[in-house]
């Protein structure tokens, strides 16, 4: 404390200021002295300058010494100084009481009060003391007036150091009015897109339109913007299912010349990954066999050209500017096979291994600077969870210098074993920046050149050591490539998953709506990221009130962002890694499989919605033939039925029935999570079987399948019957012709005057009629910026009418492991909430009978719902008493066909929860589609299950002692 003491006072003139700011910054002299002016006030209230001035210094001075002097007599403090103090005291106090009935004294105050804890933190040495050059983090950003605010010098952005740069300052000053609020306000409080584009900030509101799916709609109907999230989602589907088409017959034709049995699921489940296998194999071979069976040719042509269309709009996106590799495949690390290395071979071997290939792959790097990258590298993949791909080659693949380093750190304990310039010459060197025999860059080559643009040789075979000689062996033959995935399908449905969100990003402009400029060209990288984050603080530190009021509503934005880029980009955001995270999808996985089969009735009641808003004709008139279905799923082409083939070629909707066990809305949970034990793996095999079945047994993916064509069909004659409405001209269209609340609801999915202007023109120049029918749209002769619109479109309609819950649809917590098992089968209607519920108010629920047709054919839906559902306990006599007494009474038909509704959502949740504890009682304990009760807490299939056990174990018991009916 002494060394400490004497760094202090030897501190020269910085120390001194630090005393005198740390002084008058004390919690009890800063209240009765800055931040109330001296001595509050309504105590100098009515007073002049000098009076004000007098009694804040003696205020100051006397609060300010007598704290120093209590400090050091009774706790001893070194650091009590009540001279100084008290002198310190009585400048801040008369400064306080000079700005006591100043318009800008709010805001001096709190900047005293951040300053002040600022330096006298340093001055104890709780922080690190700042350099020279200020640093700004969270907690540096200090508040000022923006343009409409008060506070003299304050409001002048220019006498204070912008986060972002005077230039880049300009381009987030908006006008509140110019940027849409989302619908909701308050109500919007549990979800991550209501907090976002209810915020106060225009620009937080802004980028939170531009991030995820604004489903209830703004205040003032203006359209929505296509968002990161349904671009993202728009993509996925359409490669994704272009890869399926092609990969999966393959995949089935070679299963099935196993000659296993049908119902043999484990032997056909070992063919299918030994095909896997094959497959990528046969992709990472520049010379594969001739003898190559042509079921694996097949599979791996369609996987060689659904990666050259990601590197295409990679290069559209400047992510990436060479050409598709025909030989790459993502590096997934193998859990198994790493796990038996650990054990088979020792670390210093494994850390030579990769220094070897290393070496093998970029010797300019050095012996020295090879071997700590092989030291990180192991650490790395060592740590890396289930799903996740190496994140050093994914930064080289996508050029991202910063996540290539953020990569190297994170799972090391020895954050010191490579410097940031070392790290950055490791970068230059294997990107392909740098020619280390010229020591400079090439910015004619740039990112194009990548003559490297790997970590290592891969598929170099090197002799490694083993810790114990096994069976007269001392060393085994290595490549890199073993320790990761050869599961061809695998690899492609994750790097699409992480692709489209990238692509996604990096093609997403962020456009200042009052001056119409670029605020930022797209996030290519962790670096835009941040800048876009630092417009975030910069915005508020703008904005008028005090910094601490704001501070809150800045950082929920700020992890809001956070939120959205890793779920979009498929990064988990909480860890999965722990064995409480395992078995907590282990037990969504059972009541999945105990409970959703009952779903598949449910989902037929959904096609009420689709009609409605579509309208009867648009959606009648194209219901597709079920026998057309069934052939178009089991031979992948849909040949019968031109218009459906087209739409599902061009969106990729309604392929999910071919997309096997990588369902990605479904297998995220898992993403990152740590090693099973032999145990835990065959159980989660087990599982994942156990899913496939129910979800076709219960017939709710056919269903689902089904209303997907369907809607895409019905969206388009309406769409098409708006144009011919529309159309005053040759390739004009007066959008006024459509009814105003039509051209709201479709605002709210993005398609605005201008874009359905390109839509129509296209629809009509191209498309084939049969009579007022559309048969056919010949897509391949639109424009291509019409192509991407209405693909989009088509996803978010679509995701409406069929639905299906976006990223920011829920709360964060909601997608911490634990937390969503208690949510299971509850994210639908906390996502029917804004997408359902309050888009239904927003839009007329009262006012347009277009909406009031939907919501009264919604009840009838959930009634008859209901009423089938209930009328399987009438094989009983009491069964059959109960259902014709009670079940079929209107009130319970009323409300149980209510709470079955998506408008319903969650309202008869929260009402049961807060009904069960009055004499009243739960009111809707039937309508949930799964059979658990409707409240919201007892009622999650977790719970249920409990209970179901414990009734089961108290049955048991009551078998085994002879308590039964004693």
């Known amino acids: 404390m002494q060394s400490d003491r004497s760094a202090s006072q030897g501190g020269g003139w910085r120390a001194t200021g630090a005393g005198l700011l740390a002084g008058a910054a004390d919690p009890l002299p800063l209240a009765l002295g800055i931040a109330t002016g001296g001595i509050g006030a309504g105590a100098v209230a009515g007073m002049g300058m000098a009076a004000r001035v007098g009694i804040g210094a003696a205020s100051g001075a006397i609060s300010n010494a007598s704290v120093d002097w209590a400090s050091a007599a009774l ?17 801040f106090g008369a400064l306080g009481g000079a700005l006591a009935r100043s318009a800008g004294s709010q805001f001096e105050s709190s900047l005293a009060h951040e300053i002040g ?92 339109a531009n991030f995820f799916e604004e489903t209830a709609g703004f205040t003032d109907h203006s359209v929505v913007p296509d968002s990161v999230n349904s671009k993202m989602t728009a993509m996925h589907r359409k490669y994704v299912g272009d890869f399926n088409v092609e990969f999966i017959p393959a995949k089935k034709a070679y299963i099935s010349e196993g000659g296993q049995f049908s119902l043999n699921l484990a032997a056909r489940g070992r063919r299918g990954d030994e095909f896997n296998s094959l497959v990528s194999a046969y992709i990472r071979d520049p010379a594969p066999s001739p003898d190559t069976s042509p079921h694996v040719v097949k599979a791996g042509n369609a996987l060689r050209k659904s990666m050259a269309n990601f590197a295409r709009e990679m290069k559209e996106a400047g992510l990436w500017s060479g050409s598709a590799d025909e030989n790459y495949l993502p590096y997934i690390a193998n859990h198994a096979k790493i796990s038996q290395l650990d054990e088979l071979i020792h670390q210093d071997a494994m850390e030579a291994f990769f220094k070897a290939a290393i070496i093998k792959h970029s010797p300019e790097l050095g012996d020295d600077l090879a071997k700590r990258m092989a030291r990180g590298y192991w650490g790395n993949i060592r740590k890396a969870g289930y799903g996740i791909d190496d994140g050093l080659s994914r930064s080289l693949h996508l050029n991202d210098r910063e996540a290539f380093k953020q990569s190297f750190f994170e799972n090391l304990d020895n954050k010191n074993l490579l410097t940031d310039e070392e790290l950055e010459k490791v970068f230059d060197t294997l990107s392909g920046l740098m020619d280390e025999t010229k020591k400079s860059v090439e910015p004619s080559k740039g990112v194009g050149y990548l003559k490297r643009r790997t970590l290592m040789d891969y598929n170099e075979q090197f002799s490694v050591p083993l810790r114990v000689p096994s069976n ?43 001056s119409g400029e670029v605020m930022m060209d797209g996030i290519k990288s962790e670096t835009d990221l941040a800048k876009l984050m630092n417009m975030v603080r910069e915005s508020y530190r703008l904005m008028p009130g005090n910094y601490n009021d704001k501070k809150e509503a800045m950082e929920n934005a700020l992890r809001n962002i956070e939120f959205g880029w890793k779920r979009i980009n ?18 969504k996985a059972a009541q999945f499989i105990r409970l959703m089969s009952n779903m598949g009735l449910n989902q037929v009641q959904e096609g009420w919605k689709l009609i409605s808003l579509t309208g009867f004709r648009a959606s009648l008139s194209q219901l597709p033939a079920i026998r057309t279905m069934v052939a178009g799923i089991n031979s992948g082409a849909f040949k019968q039925d031109k218009l459906l083939r087209e739409l599902t070629d061009m969106t990729g909707i309604g ?23 032999r145990i835990g793996q065959k159980v989660d095999a087990a599982l994942e079987a156990g899913q496939q079945l129910t979800a076709q047994v219960s017939f709710m993916r056919a269903i689902s399948d089904y209303q997907q064509r369907w809607a895409m069909k019905a ?45 129509f023109k296209n629809l009509l120049n191209h498309s084939e009629f049969d009579g007022g029918k559309i048969v056919g749209v010949n897509v391949g002769k639109w424009d291509a910026e019409a192509v991407s619109k209405f693909r989009t479109f088509m996803g978010r309609y679509t995701d409406r009418l069929v639905q299906a819950n976006d990223y920011g649809a829920l709360s964060k917590w909601m997608s911490h492991p634990v937390a969503s098992m208690f949510t299971q089968f509850r994210s639908f209607v906390f996502g029917a909430w804004a997408k359902s519920t309050l888009w239904t108010a927003n839009h007329g629920i009262l006012k347009d009978p277009r909406m009031m047709v939907m919501v009264m054919g919604e009840l009838a839906a959930g009634t008859a719902t209901y009423v089938v559902r209930q009328a399987g306990q009438t094989s009983t006599d009491d069964g059959f008493d109960k259902f014709w007494e009670e079940d079929m009474k209107p009130e319970n038909l009323i409300k149980n066909g209510f709470a079955r509704t998506a408008t319903a959502s969650v309202v008869p949740m929260f009402a049961d929860s807060l009904l069960m504890m009055t004499p009243i009682g739960p009111q809707f304990g039937n309508a949930r589609s799964s059979g658990s009760p409707t409240e919201t807490f007892f009622g999650t299939p977790a719970a249920d299950q409990i209970n179901s056990a414990r009734a089961f174990s108290s049955g048991l018991m009551d078998i085994a002692f002879g308590t039964t009916g004693t």
């Not at 070194?78 to 002198?87: C, E, K, N, R, V």
């Not at 959008?735 to 993005?750: H, Q, V």
């Open 570 to 587: 498929g990064i988990p955001v909480f860890d999965n890694s722990g064995a409480y995270a395992k078995w907590a999808r282990r037990i």
């Open 472 to 514: 007269g062996q001392t060393h085994m033959k290595l490549k890199v490539s073993d320790l990761f995935e050869d599961d061809a399908e695998l690899l492609f449905h994750r790097y699409a998953r992480t692709m489209s969100g990238r692509v996604s990003f990096a093609k997403q402009q962020f456009i200042n709506p009052t």
């Open 715 to 759: 969206i388009t004659q309406q769409i098409a019957a708006m144009a011919r409405k529309a159309k005053i001209g040759d390739d004009a269209f007066d959008f006024s012709k459509i009814k105003l609340r039509d051209r709201e609801r479709l605002a709210s999915i993005g398609l605005g005057d201008r874009d359905a202007q390109l839509l």
């Open 75 to 91: 706790t001893d403090n070194p650091y009590a100084d009540p001279f100084l103090a008290g002198g310190a005291g009585a400048i």
């Open 117 to 208: 804890n600022r330096f006298e933190a340093e001055n104890r040495r709780l922080i690190p003391p700042r350099s020279e050059t200020p640093r700004f983090d969270d907690d540096d950003i200090l508040p000022v007036s923006g343009p409409t605010g008060s506070g003299g010098a304050a409001r002048n952005t220019q006498k204070r150091d912008s986060l972002i740069g005077d230039d880049a300052g300009e381009l987030i000053r908006m006008r509140d009015e110019d940027v849409g609020r989302g619908f909701g306000g308050w109500l919007r409080k549990g979800d991550v897109t209501g907090q976002m584009t209810t915020d106060a900030n225009p620009v937080t509101r802004m980028i939170g």
């Open 655 to 677: 392929l999910e029935g071919l997309w096997n066990k990588f369902d990605f809305r479904l297998d995220e949970d898992r993403i990152g999570e740590g090693l099973s034990s």
